[in-house]
Each structure stands twice: as C-alpha cells, then as structure tokens.
C-alpha cells in the first residue's frame, strides 16, 4: 500500500467577524509573476505550521512515518534519507531505502533553485516521470498528528497562508484536478480534531495553490522566488490540518518545484483591524504633538 497522492492543499483558520460558506473546495490557480511583482518572502506573525523555513533537521534514521505504516499495514521499506523535521516524503520516494528519486530536501539533495530559497533550505519535487509523480507531506515526527488550527481559525473558519516557491520547465493538464490527476500543486488537507495519517481524517473540502501551466509539449517557469499569500476558508467542525505538494499525477505532469517559507496563521477580526488602525493613528498623533 503506498501513500495516496493529494491535491496541495493548506488548512488554515482566522478569526472575523462575518460567516463564511465552506461548501465547495477552494481553488487558487496562481500564474507566474514578473521579478519586479514577486512578493516579499518570510513567516507569518502568529505562525502554527512547525518548521516553517525547513531549517530543522528531523532525527537521523528511518522516518517513523514509514515505520508505523509498517507496523499497522504489514511489512514496508523505511525512508533513512535526510529530511526536515515533520515533513515526509510520498508518492515515489514513499519509504525508499536508496538515495530519493524525486523528493529532495536542498541545498545537500537534489538540484538547486534558480536562486538560492529565501531561507537558505527549501523541499524540491524534480518530476520527469510519465508514470510517477512526488510529494511532500506534513505530519508531526513521533505522533503523526496533523497541526492544530489557531483556536480563532477553528471558531470562524478563516487563516492566512503563506509560502514562496519556484519552478521550472512545468507541464500538466490542468482539467485533471477535479480528479487528483494533474496539476503541480500545494495543498491544505482538513481534519477533526486528534486527526492522524493513519486516522483517515481527511473531512471535507481542501484549498488548493496550482500552478497555470500549460498542457504538453508547453512549458512555464518562475525562475525566482513568488510568495503567494492567501486567505483560506476552513470546512465547519474541522480543527487539524495537513500540508502537501505535489508534482501532479498522470503522464502529462512533468517539472521541477521549489517550495520555502511555508507558515499559516489566523486573520484578524475586522474589529480587531480598525482598534489596531484607530490605535496606530492615535500613537501618531501623540508623536506629532510632542514633536
């Protein structure tokens, strides 16, 4: 049995004022930006994604991810490579005792970016497999607990997400989603509370980040860092979530992907916005008086 392959998704929860409907899965197709419109890179303030610039080395040895699958499932091959903590690799490289295929932790795997990540370390999908894709998948080292929700997130059904990446020579279908077929892609799996890899709790829609590449023989590049912030809605009664990216998943997706700087974080009540804003003009005006 071999990891299942995800749409990328982020789970992510803020705090408004206001409902928000939940319904269906939310979709972002994000095009390639020009150097002059990349954003800033960086973490979120309030971040509850661990790890967030990948810098933390998970413990040597065999990922216990991999270990427990072979425990609950029957006998299986562990994956010993290097690895940043709580993030684990799927689809090709799931539980490889070799050197990895597809699945890259740089600078020390794999193949540098076309300029260096804004953290110094970054997870690499190098896919020029027809019949195989990668993938990058959060679970907590030790427990494999998905990541707790900020508590506001949960009660209103709102975050923010936040990651940089970059990409080359890109191809896929783009038609395919809706079935977990194509796409490169990060996405946010949610979860009830407690949920695990193991647990199956996966519970309702997902948000998914895709790349607007063009179908083959048609290529896309991001040849320097994009950061990509967006605010994401949260199925009600979910409070857990898990990150993927994904290389796509049929015979047309083909490419390189660097990912970096990968937080979540909650949203601000629209109330709590203006106090702050009322707050910030009311300190400047004090400092203009004394001035």
């Known amino acids: 049995m071999s990891r299942k392959t995800c749409i990328l998704t982020l789970a992510v929860g803020g705090v408004c004022a206001f409902a928000v409907s939940s319904a269906f ?12 419109a990349a ?19 998970a413990p040597a040895g065999p990922d216990p991810v991999t270990s427990q699958w072979g425990t609950s499932y029957g006998p299986y091959t562990e994956d010993s490579n290097p690895r940043p903590l709580n993030w684990h690799r799927g689809g090709a490289d799931w539980g490889v005792q070799g050197p990895p295929t597809m699945e890259f932790w740089n600078p020390t795997q794999g193949d540098a970016s076309p300029t260096p990540p804004p953290s110094g370390t970054a997870l690499e999908i190098n896919d020029g497999a027809v019949n195989n894709s990668g993938e990058w998948f959060t679970a907590i080292d030790g427990s494999n607990l998905w990541n707790t929700l900020p508590a506001d997130s949960i009660a209103n059904g709102l975050a923010t997400i936040q990651l940089s990446w970059e990409y080359t ?8 989603v809706k079935s977990g077929g194509g796409n490169f892609r990060v996405t946010v799996n949610y979860g009830v509370a407690g949920a695990t890899l193991f647990s199956g709790g996966f519970v309702g829609p997902s948000s998914n980040f895709l790349i607007a590449a063009g179908t083959s023989p048609n290529t896309v590049n991001q040849d320097t860092w994009e ?3 967006e605010t994401l809605n ?7 979530f898990e990150v993927t990216i994904d290389s ?3 015979a047309n997706d083909t490419g390189q992907i ?6 979540v974080s909650s949203v601000p009540e629209p109330t709590c916005i203006a ?17």
């Open 234 to 240: 949260i199925p009600a009664g979910d409070s857990t």
């Open 248 to 250: 796509g998943g049929n």
């Open 275 to 291: 106090g702050i804003t009322a707050g910030s003009m009311l300190l400047l005006a004090r400092r203009r008086r004394r001035a």
């Open 227 to 229: 950061t990509i912030d």
């Open 25 to 36: 899965a939310q979709t972002v197709t994000v095009p390639p930006s020009p150097p002059a």
């Open 258 to 263: 660097w990912v970096d700087d990968i937080s």
């Open 169 to 176: 020579n890109v191809t896929d279908d783009p038609t395919d």
């Open 39 to 57: 954003g800033t890179p960086g973490i979120l303030p309030g971040n509850v994604l661990p790890n967030p610039d990948l810098s933390v080395a």
